[in-house]
């Protein structure tokens, strides 16, 4: 049994040798250890506080670029809203201009057609009138193919020429 109860000695030897390894570790060890240990809670810590600190960044920058794709959507509208507009106002003064030289078109073919047409009556009073001459001459040559018929119609022609003065 003594194996299970040490000596008196023994016992006081483990105790000197207990208390000069704790007066040790106590004196040097115990220092360092919670140095040690204060070191990394403080690297704890920021680490936390950098995480914290980079989930707000991330928070931010996803709100940042939630509120640019928001605004780029609303530019987008308004620039398409714009290219409609103009769109249809080109497409307006298109056809305005389709109209307004239609317009020109039209007037210039009637412009034309009355002058052509003016031109065909002159063209035609002058063939008429040629004409006229060509049968009054004729007619004026066979009438007055005897003394008395250009006698009668020169003494006819003093008279209206003395009339109308």
Avoid at 18 to 23: E, G, I
Avoid at 107 to 118: D, G, R, V
Wanted: glycine share 2%; no cysteine.
């Amino acid at each position: 049994m003594e194996l299970f109860t040490p000596g008196f000695g023994l016992v006081f030897w483990m105790f000197v040798s207990f208390a000069v390894l704790f007066f040790i570790l106590w004196k040097y060890a115990w220092p360092m250890i919670l140095d040690i240990v204060d070191k990394r809670a403080d690297l704890i810590d920021k680490g936390v506080e950098y995480a914290q600190n980079a989930k707000e960044q991330l928070d931010n920058a996803q709100l940042a670029a939630d509120n640019l794709l928001n605004e780029a959507r609303r530019k987008e509208a308004d620039i398409l809203r714009e290219a409609e507009s103009l769109k249809t106002k080109i497409i307006e003064d298109a056809r305005a201009e389709a109209k307004e030289q239609a317009k020109k078109e039209t007037e210039a073919a009637k412009l034309s057609i009355e002058q052509a047409k003016k031109e065909a009556e002159l063209s035609i009073r002058d063939e008429v009138g040629a004409i006229a001459l060509s049968i009054a001459e004729k007619v004026v040559r066979e009438r007055m193919s005897d003394d008395k018929a250009q006698t009668k119609l020169v003494n006819t022609l003093i008279d209206e020429i003395e009339n109308q003065n």
